[in-house]
């Protein structure tokens, strides 16, 4: 392999693990050998590409401005020897999924088990963000494949969609609450309460609910950590609503109620059509099996 794919993704490691020592554990260099390619590379190049301190590393403004070609010349690279395998007949790559906590928990996991059982050489890196996050990644060609809970809105590139499954959005409240007697909980019953906000980034799929209903929850906190927001619902912070899926296991002391009138949103895997590489061809395939 050309030297210089190893100094470029030694960098891209790096900003993506925060610190040169993660970098390195994960490449199987040593801290000294990561710090010195990546310092060849400001040498070689001319620009500062690191500020490090002692929380870790983090990238410059002139870093930020070639890092995007320098991740694109690393994914390059890897389609390359992904291609080269594939002619080969090799049953080997790797497959980059762009995913959520609730997937990442409670559906890929069984599938990549499934997978793995015909192609245990084929190696998963899953990289969690997210919705905005995961479709500029699967657009930009930086995951495989990446899933969403609606359709692509990225202008730039038709993506392909394809549904894996329907997921329910669901009340949540703490035991003992007053709204657990109910069957089902209607929006302007949560508008009444302390509400707790799930938002991923710039993506909320819940205030539009109150927003048609013309209700405005009382929506004193906010985090896109599912799993805060259970714990916060148990120790009586307020309420919340969460998609199923991630309450499939809830290990927190709350109860769930399903909304009247019922809200669905559909999850689904969105990839480039045409780019898939064999082994993430029949990953989704796998997928979809599962699915049907």
Known sequence: M??????????????RAGSISAAARKLTYSQSGVSRMIADLEREWGVRLLERGRKGVRLTADGEQVMPFVEAVCEDERRLRERVAEVAGAQSGSIVVGTFSSVAAHVLPSVIERFQAGHAQVEFELRMGDYSEIESWVADGLVDLGFLPYPPQDPREDLAREVVLVDELL?????????????????DDLAREPFILLERGSDNEI?????????????RLSTWDDYAIMSMVENGLGLSILPGLILTRCPYR???RPLDPPVTRELAAVYRPGLLSTAARAFLDCLLDGAA
């Open 2 to 15: 050309d030297s210089a794919i190893h100094k470029y993704q030694a960098l891209v490691e790096t900003v």
């Open 254 to 256: 709350i109860e769930r």
């Open 171 to 187: 009340a949540v409240v703490p035991r003992g609450h007053e709204l657990a007697a109910k069957e089902r909980i209607r929006l």
């Open 207 to 219: 205030s539009p609910l109150f927003e048609q209903a013309g209700l405005e929850p009382q929506a």
